[in-house]
Structure formats: structure tokens, C-alpha cells
């Protein structure tokens, strides 16, 4: 079945650093792809998303390409900050339901 | 956007009791509500998706009599956790899209600890 795998976390970085965080998924078709993002306490967000091949999402800085080839939709920040610091999560669209991966916390230090 | 509350935040409760979580669309109609739920450092395993005034259809190897999902009304959807046990200790999350391929927005997670 349909699945996405991401790096395993914490991602401890300091302060207006490069944040990369993988992801790949498995899946028939050519799914929509979407990061969400968890702050302490609040629900899952939607961060950012692409529809097809090629196509790049970005938002708040942040940055995800849609690798057909590679079957991957990592995440990308050129300069990341303190309020940065949540859990990510990469995830996929089949049939209307999503899939997630397990998430990946990020710890962003002054 | 669209705000999804869910309540409570946390709960405990004894073994053998039922427990449930409301989900609310505060301010849209959901015509779709779909309940994970997440064990640690694991992904969002989907339960099931519930559509307003119809069966919810259950995930593979969820138990339906086990997680009684109901979704009465447009703003409402609610998972009852019956006769509870240990192992059902975990983190909860509802979420609620408007329909079809729409925006799917998410509650904030209901911690349920069986002891």
C-alpha cells in the first residue's frame, strides 16, 4: 500500500541555519503531497503543498519540490528560527485520505 | 484557517469504562471527519472516516464495535473509546475537510491514558 517515510528526529539546529528534512513515499499514481507542521499544543497545519511533478510548494520560508523521479518531497529552510521548532510531518493523498509518515521534530536553539 | 477543537485535551480513565471525544467545526460545515490516532514516534495511523449522517467505514483491523464513531451533524463528530483497556492508551487526532479535496484541518489531540 501507499506509504511515506521521513527522517527520524530531533533535528536539533541553531539559530538561521539550513534545515533539510527527507521524505520519501510509495505509491500508485501520482498522489498529492503535503508537509504539516504540529506547534506545542495547537493541531496539525498544513504547511505546504504540491499537486504534480516538478511542482514546488512554499511557504513561511519553507520549500518542498515534488520528485517524481526520486519519489521524494524533502523539506527545505535557508535560515531557520527559534519559532521554528515544531514536528513535521510529510504526507501523501490517496483516495482522499492522507498518509502520514512519523513526523519529525526539529529543535531550533538561540 | 478553519479552526477544528477537540475535547478533552486529556483524559484518564479506568479499565472497563468508555470514554469519548468530541470533534467540532467551529466555524465551517464538515462534511468530512476522519479520526488517527498515534502512538509515540509513530505516524498518524488513520481509524476511520465519517461522513455526515452516514456509517463511518473503518480503517483494516480497527474495531468497529471497539471505537464507536458518530457524526450527527455537519459540526459534530465524536469517537467513543468502549470498554477500555491499556493497550487503547494513546493520541487521538480528528480532522474535518468541508468535502471532497478540500483543506483538511485538524484538531489539537486527545491523550487517553487507561489505567
Known amino acids: 500500500g501507499d506509504s511515506v517515510t521521513q527522517m527520524e528526529g530531533p533535528v536539533t539546529l541553531s539559530e538561521e541555519a539550513f534545515l533539510t528534512i527527507n521524505c520519501t513515499y510509495t505509491?500508485?499514481?501520482?498522489?498529492?503531497l503535503f508537509w504539516y507542521v504540529q506547534y506545542p499544543g495547537e493541531g496539525l497545519q498544513l504547511l505546504l503543498k504540491?499537486?504534480?511533478?516538478?511542482d514546488k510548494g512554499s511557504n513561511k520560508g519553507f520549500e518542498a519540490t515534488y520528485r517524481k523521479e526520486t519519489t521524494s518531497f524533502h523539506l527545505e529552510k535557508g535560515s531557520v528560527q527559534v519559532s521554528d521548532s515544531a514536528v513535521y510531518f510529510c504526507?501523501?493523498?490517496?483516495?482522499?485520505?492522507?498518509?502520514f509518515g512519523s513526523g519529525t521534530r526539529l529543535l531550533v536553539r538561540p | 484557517g478553519a479552526v477544528v477543537s477537540q475535547h478533552p485535551s486529556r483524559v484518564i480513565c479506568k479499565s472497563g469504562t468508555s470514554v469519548k471525544i468530541e470533534c467540532r467545526s467551529l466555524?465551517?460545515?464538515?462534511?468530512?471527519m476522519f479520526w488517527y490516532r498515534q502512538f509515540p514516534k509513530q505516524s498518524l495511523m488513520l481509524m476511520a472516516t465519517?461522513?455526515?449522517?452516514?456509517?463511518?467505514?473503518?480503517e483494516q483491523g480497527v474495531e468497529k464495535d471497539k471505537f464507536l464513531i458518530n457524526h450527527a451533524s455537519l459540526t459534530l463528530s465524536t469517537l467513543t473509546v468502549t470498554s477500555a483497556h491499556p493497550e487503547d492508551s494513546s493520541f487521538y487526532i480528528c480532522?474535518?475537510?468541508?468535502?471532497?479535496?478540500?483543506?483538511?484541518?485538524f484538531g489539537q489531540g486527545t491523550r487517553l491514558t487507561v489505567v
Open positions: 504526507a501523501l493523498e490517496s483516495s482522499y485520505k492522507l498518509i
Open positions: 504540491a499537486t504534480k511533478a516538478d
Open positions: 465519517s461522513n455526515e449522517g452516514s456509517k463511518a467505514t473503518y
Open positions: 505509491a500508485t499514481g501520482y498522489p498529492s
Open positions: 466555524d465551517f460545515q464538515a462534511t468530512t
Open positions: 480532522s474535518a475537510r468541508l468535502g471532497g479535496n478540500t483543506e483538511a484541518f
